[in-house]
């Protein structure tokens, strides 16, 4: 349902708002947003909520979603959104073809002496090779590759079909915001709340307005005796820390085997990329990396680094 435009009388408050998107990620913090709206504990009821599939999510995950999206739990429908298959475009990078890249981690070792080409961008944004350099002593460095997984798997998916919801399909933008686009951040998560950068949306985060921390939305599901939703997030995401990693291999062979197969066709011929790719951020291939409780200590959370919100939730 589509919200009719508000005129008000001079002072009152302007509300232009036309749709209210849930954006749904389908682990625990969104379903805990979505029951919350369900329950009429937020407010006003969303018109919907938005999954984008990226076809690599474990199977506990579509499960879930399944549940969510069978008309008896939520008022309000899911749309499930997809800009493809995630895992086929890793299949294609390590054979060279183009991907959207996930974040992995990549190992390169460079002799003392070693002639190394300098690349820059072409006008199509393209790496092109202009010049050589040689190293004065062995280098190891490890890096991270850039990620852009979570835009052309996740945002502009849920973006194009806002849009479409919202009748702003191949029409000029509104220079006020009349899409609010809720996202389940909590407040142990918060660094990860940005504001839209677009003027036609805006982003609200209930969870944070609740004052509610993961922990807090575990509660709240088991006080009303909802199943505990799974970690929602590609099988083979880098992000992944030693626990997760873990848990799916102790608990989940079909998605671990993948995993540790994706990780080994990742390794090397990746365009634009030198040296070797791992999933795991210990650069090591990922069933040999140390997965011991004694290796968490100080492991960062990278999903606090996906400013987006939108993996992981
Ligand atoms: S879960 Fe990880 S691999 Fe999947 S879209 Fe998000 S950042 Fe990329």
Not at 1 to 25: D, T, Y
Not at 70 to 81: D, E, Q, R
Not at 214 to 233: E, G, M, T, V
Not at 263 to 285: K, M, N, T
């Amino acid at each position: 349902m589509l919200h009719a435009p508000l005129v008000a009388g001079e002072g009152a408050a302007l509300s232009p708002i036309r749709l209210r998107v849930l954006s749904l990620g389908a682990g625990v913090q969104s379903t805990t947003l979505a029951l919350l709206a369900a329950h009429g504990e937020i407010g006003p009821m969303p018109d919907c909520a938005i999954f984008a599939d990226t076809g690599w999510e474990p199977s506990t995950v579509y499960q879930h979603l399944d549940w969510l999206a069978s008309g008896n739990v939520l008022p309000f429908p899911v749309h499930i959104v997809s800009a493809g298959n995630i895992r086929e475009q890793l299949a294609a990078a390590g054979e060279g073809r183009r991907w959207a890249s996930i974040p992995a981690f990549t190992r390169t070792v460079t002799p003392a002496g070693a002639e190394l080409p300098v690349f820059d961008e072409d006008d199509d944004g393209e790496l092109i090779e202009i010049g050589q350099r040689r190293t004065a002593a062995e280098t190891v460095s490890i890096g991270m590759i850039r990620r852009q997984c979570t835009t052309e798997f996740k945002i502009v998916p849920i973006r194009r079909k806002v849009r479409e919801l919202a009748g702003l399909t191949r029409r000029r933008s509104p220079s006020y915001p009349v899409v609010e686009q809720w996202i389940g951040i909590s407040t142990d998560e918060i660094i990860r709340a940005k504001p839209s950068f677009e003027p036609w949306q805006v982003k609200r985060f209930p969870l944070i307005e609740k004052r509610m921390a993961r922990r807090d939305c575990l509660a709240w599901l088991r006080r009303h005796d909802y199943p505990i939703p799974p970690k929602s997030a590609c099988v083979g995401c880098p992000f992944h820390d030693n626990a997760r990693w873990r848990h799916m291999r102790d608990h989940d062979p079909v998605a671990w085997a993948d995993a540790v197969e994706a990780d080994r066709a990742l390794r090397s011929g990746i365009r634009g990329v030198r040296g070797e790719v791992f999933l795991h951020r210990s650069c090591v291939p990922l069933d040999e990396a140390d997965l011991s409780t004694a290796a968490d200590r100080g492991q960062l959370d990278l999903f606090g680094n996906e400013c987006e919100g939108m993996c992981g939730l």
